[in-house]
């Protein structure tokens, strides 16, 4: 049995929370000690209160630990993380996002953890900080990377990008994708229940847009792309599901599209397969993306799925094998490529090979392939 400790700056709703939650219980079903520190957090991914009671994992909260800069409170946050990570005493700290990483690593270096892990969740060297805000993260991420025995990146790409940026040497590199719960999509039941609610029929072509409504998911792009495909296709609904800061803007920009009648805004939802089981195609428009784990989730639910072509997103959207690539912030190009879709209907190889391809990124596998990693790097510090 091992100790380990996950760090993250947040958990609210989100690929890298559900992915990090999905991680603690996965461990602590294994018989492994585990215990969950995570900061400020608005809209939770799921009830903490009902996960810790169902799962046994250990919880705590460090209110200091914030997604945004301020030296103060980033002091206070490390120095709860000593204490924390003095009381639990982990075999393994394994650090997730920006800021938990480089505090969390601080931390455990302080205390001699024998194996400090790293998981950034995304390719976070563009479209989250700027000039010389990004000078000085690349510069700290190369400084941690000195104590950290085991970057962990998400996709091959993320990999190249962290070698590019030379955070660290090649042999520090591990990649292990996130996982899905794969039955609660290709077992669910499809009754188009929620096509119904939403006043849809069946003969309807229903496009989809599922994520959190800030700017680097570039939902403004799809709403623009839909005003176009209407044109074409007058009897074609939208959906977008999520919530965000953007949420009133991009309503906005509906209305003055004309898309009221034939866009729905549905807020956050947690029946995603209920949701996939109403659309004819998934739309993803991210403007940077570790992977995207509604994207394996509309492949499991043999959705097609149009991508744009950013992060490690070509790793699992393979053009016209998979899914289709379109290049990010270009409504037109996604236009086109929807039309296509829409005028050939030949989508069904395609949605074949990426149920296929999904079978590799199970919640499970992902959960193996970690635990692993741990006893590898626990042997070698033994050895040593």
């Given at each position: 049995m091992l100790r380990i400790a996950l760090i993250i700056t947040r958990l609210d709703r989100g690929g890298s929370a559900e992915a990090v939650l999905n991680l603690a219980e996965?461990?602590?079903?294994?018989g492994h000690q585990v215990y969950l520190i995570y900061g400020k957090t608005t809209k939770p991914q799921q009830n903490l209160q009902e996960f810790v009671a169902r799962t046994g994992v250990g919880l705590s909260y460090v209110s200091f630990l914030q997604r945004e800069i301020n030296l103060f409170k980033d002091l206070i946050a490390w120095w709860s993380l000593i204490k924390l990570l003095k009381q639990f005493k982990p075999d393994i700290v394994h650090t997730h996002s920006s800021k938990a990483g480089i505090l969390g690593r601080l931390a455990a270096y302080l205390l001699n953890v024998p194996v400090i892990i790293h998981s950034p969740h995304g390719h976070v060297f563009y479209g989250y900080f700027k000039g010389a805000k990004n000078h000085i993260f690349i510069l700290l991420e190369r400084w941690v990377a000195h104590f950290t025995t085991r970057l962990v990146t998400l996709t091959r790409r993320g990999k190249e990008e962290h070698l590019q940026f030379k955070i660290a040497p090649p042999g520090k590199f591990t990649v292990i994708p996130c996982g899905i719960s794969i039955p609660e999509f290709q077992n669910h039941q499809k009754n188009g229940l929620f096509r119904k609610q939403l006043g849809f029929t069946s003969k309807d072509f229903v496009i989809g847009w599922i994520g959190r409504l800030v700017?680097?998911?570039g939902c403004e792009h799809f709403i623009k792309a839909c005003a176009q495909v209407k044109k074409v296709y007058p009897n074609t609904k939208f959906l977008i599901v999520g919530d965000g800061e953007l949420r009133t803007s991009l309503e906005n920009l509906s209305k003055q599209l004309g898309l009221t009648s034939c866009l729905k805004f549905t807020g956050m939802r947690q029946d995603i397969p209920d949701i996939l089981d109403s659309l004819d195609l998934f739309v993803h428009t991210s403007l940077n993306e570790g992977l995207g784990r509604v994207i394996l989730?509309?492949?499991?639910a043999e959705v097609p799925v149009i991508a744009t072509q950013v992060g490690g997103v070509p790793d699992i959207v393979r053009d016209r094998q998979t899914g289709f690539l379109v290049p990010p912030g270009n409504p037109a190009a996604l236009t086109r490529?929807?039309?296509?879709?829409?005028?050939?209907?030949?989508?069904?190889?395609?949605?074949?090979?990426?149920k296929s391809l999904v079978q590799s990124y199970s919640t499970e596998k992902m959960v193996g392939r970690f635990e692993r990693l741990y006893q590898q790097e626990i042997s070698r510090v033994k050895l040593h």
């Open positions: 996965g461990l602590k079903n294994r700017p680097i998911k989730e509309a492949m499991a490529t929807i039309c296509l879709v829409m005028q050939n209907r030949f989508t069904k190889k395609i949605t074949q090979r990426a």
